[in-house]
């Protein structure tokens, strides 16, 4: 996780952002989405204890006091933790980070959804405030045109991405990967070898016959 201070963003591009399609990333389109995909409502993972990113997310928020800070002890006994895991990034730009310029903060990056959602009510891995006044007043007259609701971002974030926890990088790396499926030894497939011969398919006709005369007896 990182802090950078006088960080320089891509005015065009968060500028743009009363222009977008409009998703509001609440809690009903968060888990709408997780009905579609068959998921639970909420990330599995959303635990210090169980995801980097999540632990990430939180614990830069306590060291800016924007969150409730961890427990020192605690804290440190989860970095080492998370220092020593191969999932933890090990590069800055894969890491979660805040920035600011002229003592505020404006730009979240890399975070977990679930943490940006108890914090801001939103639930997205960027949050970019508006650069100034100027543009902040420019996109309220966009959005006022637009009639749009209360509970629009655009009104106090220059631009979101919102993000399902399934389409987090870590949920992928973090899901159990599905046990074999079991050999089915109950069906004539067992008794075929599947490796190819001089004449085809070996099949194991002793086999075959012992089989059937077992299920006879039972």
């Not at 006088?6 to 005015?11: F, S």
């Not at 509001?24 to 959303?46: E, F, G, H, M, V």
Request: glycine share 4%.
């Amino acid at each position: 996780m990182s802090i950078q201070m006088n960080a320089q963003i891509n005015n065009e591009s968060i500028n743009e952002g009363y222009l977008q399609d409009v998703i509001i990333p609440d809690i009903n389109w968060y888990t709408s989405l997780s009905a579609q995909k068959a998921l639970t409502p909420r990330c599995p993972y959303a635990n210090v204890n169980r995801c980097p990113r999540y632990y990430e997310s939180l614990a830069l928020l306590g060291d800016l006091r924007i969150a409730t800070k961890l427990d020192p002890s605690e804290e440190k006994r989860l970095k080492e933790k998370w220092e020593k895991s191969e999932l933890s990034p090990k590069v800055k730009e894969h890491c979660s980070s805040i920035s600011w310029s002229d003592n505020k903060i404006n730009n979240y990056s890399n975070y977990c959804p679930e943490v940006a959602y108890d914090i801001f009510g939103l639930f997205a891995s960027e949050l970019h405030r508006y650069a100034d006044e100027i543009d902040r007043d420019y996109a309220h007259e966009q959005i006022s045109a637009q009639d749009a609701l209360g509970n629009d971002w655009r009104w106090q974030w220059a631009y979101i991405k919102p993000l399902h926890y399934s389409e987090c990088p870590f949920y992928s790396l973090l899901y159990p990967t599905p046990p074999a499926q079991k050999e089915n030894k109950s069906g004539i497939e067992n008794y075929i070898e599947a490796k190819l011969g001089i004449w085809g398919f070996k099949i194991d006709l002793i086999k075959i016959f012992k089989g059937l005369f077992l299920r006879k007896r039972r």
